[in-house]
Nanobody
Framework: QVQLVESGGGLVQPGGSLTLSCAASGFTTDYYVIGWFRQAPGKEREVVSCIGSSHGNTYYTDSVKGRFRISRDDVKNTVYLQMNSLKPEDTAVYYC???????????????????WGKGTLVTVSS
């Protein structure tokens, strides 16, 4: 059973920065993808970014390109999402998710993922 624990959410002013962490455990496959999704009130869950295990290929949704950066620490089995120049529209619950599939490129969808964290709230407001 894969377990994912997110941390790092909170309240930040517009233009500020936050770094989210996703600690993963319990997985045995060498081929997987870890993604960050978010869901704002009244909206569908959307992918923000993801990173593959084998080559470290990454994806970013258009609205965060140039502002967010995903990275991983294979020793700690942790994936990070560094979020800069935050905007009020970035306000959402952010979820970490694990998909036991090889990842090469492109967008992933919620239904591609097998395990989810409980989420961490990011609020961007003055």
């Amino acid at each position: 059973q894969v377990q994912l624990v997110e941390s790092g959410g909170g309240l930040v002013q517009p233009g500020g920065s936050l770094t989210l962490s996703c600690a993963a455990s319990g997985f045995t496959t060498d081929y997987y993808v870890i993604g960050w999704f978010r869901q704002a009130p009244g909206k569908e869950r959307e992918v923000v970014s993801c990173i593959g295990s084998s080559h470290g290929n990454t994806y970013y949704t258009d609205s965060v390109k140039g502002r967010f950066r995903i990275s991983r620490d294979d020793v700690k089995n942790t994936v990070y999402l560094q979020m800069n120049s935050l905007k009020p529209e970035d306000t959402a619950v952010y979820y970490c998710a694990f998909g036991g599939i090889p990842y090469y490129s492109g967008k992933i969808n919620p239904w591609d993922m097998d395990y989810w964290g409980k989420g961490t709230l990011v609020t961007v407001s003055s």
